[in-house]
């Protein structure tokens, strides 16, 4: 009985460790690749971004409520009519947080990458292949590449700030 257990043990501790090192492996070698958690925005507000990119530069200034009045009649000559539906104005509208650059969409062929442009480094928002495409990204301290694929169709996103602000180059080959 006591040989058995041993054996048991044995066998349990064996096993612990192989899975264990098995995560361990996996789990550093996929940090830092596509699959981490998404830190992206929805597509809709990235695309709103490039076209406003002001607005989420710099946040617009707050200004106070207007006070309420106290509800009163309408004139005898509005009475018959419906007043029209108040407008939002922009200084009641929620206040987007300030971006650190602009985000900024490119589509290709093969898919959509996403890159924060700040004023001396990039960073990839998101990369979404088409259908049909897979996709691979490379990151170093100066460039983000993100290349899509699909048999012999390759398209490079390529973005770049080792020398001056972030620029972005797209390759088909």
């Given at each position: ?135 691979q990204v490379w990151k170093t301290e100066s460039w983000i590449r993100v290349e899509f694929s699909s048999g012999a169709d390759r398209v490079s996103v390529f973005c770049t700030w ?12």
């Amino acid at each position: 009985m006591r040989r058995g257990l041993v054996h048991v043990l044995a066998w349990l501790l064996a096993t612990g460790a192989a899975v264990t090192l098995s995560w361990w492996g996996v789990h550093t070698v996929m940090t830092g690749t596509a699959y981490d958690p998404p830190r992206a925005l929805p597509i809709k507000a990235a695309d709103a971004a490039t076209r406003e990119p002001k607005a989420l530069a710099t946040p617009p200034e707050r200004t106070p409520p207007p006070k309420r009045r106290e509800p009163s009649t309408p004139p005898a000559s509005t009475a018959g009519r419906p007043s029209p539906a108040p407008t939002p104005s922009p200084s009641t509208a929620p206040a987007a947080p300030a971006a650190p650059g602009r985000v900024k969409s490119y589509d290709t062929d093969g898919g959509r990458a996403v890159f924060d442009l700040g004023k001396t480094s990039a960073s990839l928002v998101s990369a979404t292949p088409g259908a049909g495409w897979s996709m691979q990204v490379w990151k170093t301290e100066s460039w983000i590449r993100v290349e899509f694929s699909s048999g012999a169709d390759r398209v490079s996103v390529f973005c770049t700030w080792h020398d001056g602000p972030p620029r972005v180059e797209i390759g088909t080959y």
